[in-house]
């Protein structure tokens, strides 16, 4: 075939005149730039969901599920009083604080969707809702074997003598589902995958010690009553010397025996360690799960201490009732910073040195 000077063959250039678009000359396609893939920012990997993590999801659901029941029959019987947790709209409210966003993030592991977020949450409701169990079995069982005065269900009683209703075997059965869904979440951890890219690890070691800082002052706001007996002042006529007159009211957490103690102790052991692991967990999800877990429990006792002062007259909120209400809401800000985190500028989300089959997953 003949040849040109310019190293052409007759025909070519027509050829190349039909490849080319019509908008000009032909472009050469560029590869994606390095970093950048299909996926989302924080390079977010699920693979399959093992049967053991819906099981946990379902456990977990099923837990919040009984214990938004257990808020309507009768909580307890003591010293012949009905006590109950829906004597109000704000009482209900409160109470149902835990059992819905157990439900939520149960249904949403139940259903496969992004699974570590809501096993990293079981795990950590499931550690603490062992304290949590421990203590309520207390009140239900043993409190009448050292009878004193206790704050239960917003009203102030002596526990002479104890009868459950129904509001409480439920609540006792909604507990122990949450710690066996804590349970079964800890198997299905090593057979969940579940990655992304990284993008939480500049902040995790700040994130740890916040956590961990916020749950060993909210262990120390636990020790004592939330709502408390407010002192009396008595003033001498004579004198006209004013007296402070303690009146005796409800028991610290520590100052109970038994189960209570045990229970305690169980409680501020586990805010510490799950506060700590909370933040390390992988991918970002995961961190959130477990710091929404805790953020809960702390925001729980926070509101429970508000309802008992708003419920009685003869309460008043204390200092450490107000400080695990801030508390609870920082630890959601500290999920909420976790789950919107997005690194600083210059540092991929993805890692480049990921392999390229990876990052299209």
Not at 74 to 88: F, R
Not at 117 to 128: C, K
Request: proline fraction near 7%; aromatic fraction near 2%.
């Amino acid at each position: 075939m003949a040849t040109r000077k310019d190293g052409t063959t007759p025909g070519s250039s027509a050829t190349a005149r039909r490849a080319a678009p019509r908008g000009g000359a032909a472009r050469t396609a560029r590869p994606p730039a390095r970093g950048t893939s299909a996926v989302p920012a924080d390079g977010l990997v699920v693979g399959d969901v093992p049967v053991t993590a819906r099981v946990a999801g379902a456990l977990l659901a099923l837990a919040g599920l009984v214990g938004a029941v257990a808020v309507l029959p009768g909580y307890l019987v003591v010293g012949g009083e009905p006590l109950s947790l829906a004597t109000g709209p704000l009482d209900v409210l409160v109470a149902l604080v835990t059992p819905l966003v157990a439900l939520a993030v149960g249904v949403l592991t139940a259903l496969g969707r992004v699974p570590r977020f809501g096993l990293a949450y079981a795990a950590v409701a499931g550690g603490l809702g062992t304290g949590r169990l421990l203590i309520e079995l207390y009140q239900g069982t043993a409190s009448t074997t050292r009878p004193g005065v206790e704050v239960l269900a917003g009203d102030l009683v002596v526990t002479s003598t104890v009868v459950t209703g129904a509001g409480w075997v439920l609540g006792v059965v909604a507990l122990a589902l949450t710690v066996l869904a804590g349970v079964v979440a800890v198997l299905a951890w090593g057979r969940t995958v579940m990655e992304d890219g990284g993008a939480l690890d500049a902040l995790r070691p700040a994130l740890a010690g916040s956590a961990v800082l916020l749950a060993a002052v909210a262990a120390l706001c636990l020790a004592l009553p939330a709502a408390d007996v407010p002192d009396d002042l008595v003033t001498d006529p004579a004198t006209g010397l004013v007296t402070v007159v303690t009146t005796e009211g409800p028991r610290a957490l520590l100052e109970r025996p038994g189960l209570a103690l045990l229970g305690g102790l169980v409680l501020a052991a586990g805010l510490l360690l799950c506060a700590g692991v909370a933040a390390s967990l992988r991918p970002r999800l995961a961190a959130v799960g477990g710091l929404l877990a805790l953020a809960v429990v702390v925001l729980q006792a926070g509101l429970s201490g508000w309802r008992d002062a708003l419920h009685s007259t003869d309460l008043d909120w204390t200092v450490p009732g107000i400080g695990l209400l801030l508390l609870g809401i920082a630890a959601v800000g500290l999920a909420v910073l976790a789950w919107r985190w997005q690194p600083g500028p210059g540092r991929p989300a993805v890692d480049d040195d990921e392999p390229e089959d990876l990052r299209r997953l």
